[in-house]
């Protein structure tokens, strides 16, 4: 990766500041500052926001004050702040609330919860929801109204899968949000109902048509749910020592019902968010980006949105400069496109490759219509042959549009060749390690083996490990709503990239088994300056120097020092800063 700023010309500026006195001096600390040219340091001294001073702690006093805050951090190992770069963090919690079902490993697991919860909770009424799910866990038998009908729930119900693509709604729910055997799919054979033979849906939702149902059925409530997720949400990540999130799409059901009500709603947040901002509340840095995903949105139309978006919102605080792209749906469901076909579902179905949601054409014209406007393009790329027609777009858009730094997130599945495409032309990636590990592929990839032809697997699953190794473009991120906000934060995912080993499972083993694990020294490139270039803010965030803004995060143990497998437990955060003010401090 190109990351031109690293050189002596921020020791100078130390140098020129030593008359100022600072508004708050951390000393006596191990300070990783993720800066080539000054990798360590005791002391950060922070003026306005911003990094005054980067050195020792004898030279920090000379920036001592009447009013300066000074903090000895009696040897506590600081970084960066840390950068979450695909994470949902603003009105997606309402896919993970409810009923928590993850235990559930059959689909009556799924339906004896929720009764559960129905019989311990008879004053309640209205709509029942639950979620989490999990395919693998259910031996890749997906659930249907039926399952949820037998346990006499007598509410509408509504269960959101882990990955927060699919649902199962029972009957009740299916009547309440007027679902029949004529109402339209979205999109055939990509967002749309399963139907029986006579063309009845049986409950089962695929690829987030459920959103328009949620709000049918009554359990919508946009004003009092969308501030409680950002609070919830933003306040999580801020104690993990998170200063600054990608956004890639607003989770409301509008991103699902249609593009103009998801543009509608964006509108409305935004406004939110900057209140927010200007009120001295906001938490964490935004780069929150507009949809281009159903079938009836235009490239330029959504363009021309982006435009309004950053005219208005294009500061280093909240800003909108990139489009997200989300094109296909999952493997699980044989929906993602790729290279070879999946095993069929049942003997003698015909071979199926998945199904393009926006076609390459479609892809072509938004990565060009964006990045010929100074817009980026992020894109969900899940299936090996989406990757592969994608990067030639990207690679080929380069050639004109040389500063664009578009982006290809979760790479499930990436044959050799595209990887090392990849690398070779810089391009960006993004990771999850939730959607390889045993969470999604099943004990040993039992479910994987079933779905994708297994010679073709163990070339194509899970590369984000291998790319780490060959660049330094990589980076990291929990993906909320596609897992818990508790299990998508930074010291998860250091245990998860660097064990392979998914945590939530017991006894779970390494997967993908033949890829490398990651080093500490890759986690937080991934966590720090491969995000804050990717976001195209590498002059102002993701390492420690001087005329940056001082945006810190403290922990009670030194990362180094801890193992892979104990970075849930240890890798505690004690304080965070952000523009030099603590959004989080607990124990210190």
Request: net charge negative.
């Amino acid at each position: 990766m190109k990351i031109a700023i690293y050189s002596a010309a921020s020791l100078l500026v130390a140098a020129s500041a030593f008359a100022q006195s600072a508004d708050r001096i951390l000393l006596n600390g191990t300070i990783e500052t993720m800066n080539q040219v000054q990798p360590a340091a005791e002391a950060l001294v922070i003026k306005d926001g911003r990094i005054l001073f980067v050195g020792d702690s004898e030279d920090a006093q000379a920036f001592v004050g009447d009013t300066t805050d000074v903090i000895d951090l009696g040897g506590k190992y600081a970084t960066p702040g840390v950068i979450e770069s695909h994470n949902h963090v603003v009105s997606s919690k309402w896919i993970t609330t409810g009923v928590n079902v993850s235990d559930a490993r059959s689909v009556d697991d799924i339906g004896r919860m929720m009764k559960e919860y129905v019989d311990a909770n008879p004053g309640e009424t209205g709509p029942l929801i639950g979620f989490g799910w999990m395919p693998a866990n259910l031996g890749n038998v997906q659930p249907r109204a039926a399952d949820l009908d037998k346990w006499d729930l007598g509410r509408p119900t509504m269960v959101i899968g882990n990955a927060s693509h699919d649902a199962v709604l029972n009957t009740l729910a299916l009547e309440a949000a007027g679902i029949t055997k004529d109402t339209p799919d979205t999109q055939p054979g990509v967002i749309y109902w399963e139907r029986d033979a006579d063309g009845n849906p049986t409950g089962l939702a695929i690829e987030t048509i459920f959103f328009e149902a949620y709000v049918d059925m009554g359990a919508w409530d946009p004003e009092t749910i969308v501030p409680q997720s950002a609070d919830f949400l933003q306040d999580f990540l801020a104690s993990k020592g998170v200063t600054t999130a990608m956004v890639p799409g607003l989770v409301t059901p509008g991103l699902s019902i249609s593009t103009e009500k998801a543009k509608s709603d964006m509108r409305e947040i935004m406004a939110v968010l900057k209140e927010r901002e200007d009120a001295g509340h906001a938490k964490l840095r935004l780069n929150v980006m507009p949809w281009y995903k159903l079938p009836d949105a235009d490239a330029q139309d959504i363009v021309d949105f982006a435009l309004e978006m950053k005219a208005l919102y294009d500061t280093d605080m909240l800003r909108t400069d990139k489009i997200k792209v989300h094109p296909e749906n999952a493997w699980l469901s044989r929906g993602a496109t790729q290279l070879v076909p999946y095993l069929p579902a049942n003997p003698g179905d015909a071979p199926t490759w998945g199904t393009y949601g926006v076609p390459p054409e479609r892809l072509f014209e938004m990565v060009n219509r964006a990045n010929m406007n100074g817009l980026d393009v992020v894109t969900h790329a899940d299936g090996s042959r989406l990757i592969k027609r994608l990067l030639d777009i990207i690679i080929e858009a380069k050639q004109y549009y040389p500063d664009a730094r578009n982006r290809l997130d979760h790479l499930t599945s990436m044959d050799d060749e595209t990887r090392d495409r990849m690398v070779l032309h810089n391009v960006g990636s993004n990771a999850s390690p939730l959607f390889y590990n045993e969470l999604d592929s099943g004990r040993n990839g039992s479910e994987l083996f079933k779905i994708m032809q297994e010679a073709f697997a163990r070339e194509a699953h899970g590369q984000y490990t291998e790319l780490a190794q060959m660049y330094d473009n990589l980076s990291l991120s929990g993906d909320a709503p596609g897992a818990p906000i508790e299990r998508a934060y930074p010291s998860y995912l250091f245990q998860q990239s660097m064990t392979l080993i998914e945590p939530s499972i017991e006894g779970a083993q390494p997967f993908p088994d033949w890829r490398p694990v990651m080093t500490i020294d890759q986690v937080l490139n991934a966590y720090t300056r491969a995000p804050a270039w990717q976001m195209g803010m590498e002059d102002v965030i993701g390492t420690l120097e001087v005329g940056k803004y001082a945006d810190i995060a403290i922990w009670e143990k030194n990362l180094r020092e801890i193992a892979g497998e104990n970075m849930i437990e240890e890798a505690n955060v004690v304080g965070t800063l952000l523009n030099g003010e603590f959004t989080h401090r607990d124990g210190m």
